[in-house]
C-alpha cells in the first residue's frame, strides 16, 4: 500500500527515529503501539493514534493523519495491528530517508550505542547526565503510563538498576537496564 507524502510537520526526522539495532527497534515500537493502543483492543485507531501524539506535544494534520493511517489499515479492520504499525513505521522511515541524507557507515555496535544514547536523552530531560526519578516519572506520565502516576513505583524502578545508589540512573546503569529488558522481553514465553 502507498502512503501518502509526509509533510514537514511528520516528517522532521530525528536521530533517534529509527533505531538501527533491530531488537531495540521491534521493542520500541511494541511498547509505542501499546501506548497508542488505549482500550488494549490489539488495535490503533486514528483517533487513539491522534491523542497520543497529542499528548506527546506532536502535531500533524488530521486529515494527513488520517489518509497516511487509514492507507495502512487491512480491510475490514477498523484500525491498525502491530504488523501493519510496523510496515507504516518502515514506509515512513524510509520515506524520510537518513537524517542528514548520508548513509551511515558505523558498525552495529556503534549504532547500539548511538541508539541508547539519543534515547537516554529522552529521558535525561535536565542534560545532566542522569535520569532521576522525577524526570523519569515526567516521561512516563507524558506517554500516559500508569506507571508516572507513584513515586514510590517510579523510585523503586530506577533503585532495580542504580548500582550505585545515587538514587539516578547514569548512562552505563541505563545501558545496562535497556539490554536487560530487551533481553527479557525478548525471550519466548
Known sequence: MDAPPVSKSLSRKSNSFSLHSPSLNTLRLRRIFDIFDCNGD??????????????????????ELESTIRSHIAPGSDGLRFEDFCAMHREIDETIGDYDGVAETIDAGDREESDLREAFKVFDENGDGYISAKELQAVLDKLGLVEGK?????????????????????????KDMMRSVTMKDLRPQ
Open 42 to 63: 490489539g488495535l490503533i485507531t486514528v483517533d487513539e493514534i491522534s491523542q497520543a501524539l497529542g499528548r506527546l506535544g506532536l502535531e500533524a494534520a488530521p486529515s
Open 150 to 174: 507513584e513515586m514510590a513505583r517510579v523510585e523503586q524502578m530506577i533503585g532495580s538498576f542504580d548500582r550505585n545508589r545515587d538514587g539516578r540512573v547514569d548512562f552505563t546503569e541505563f
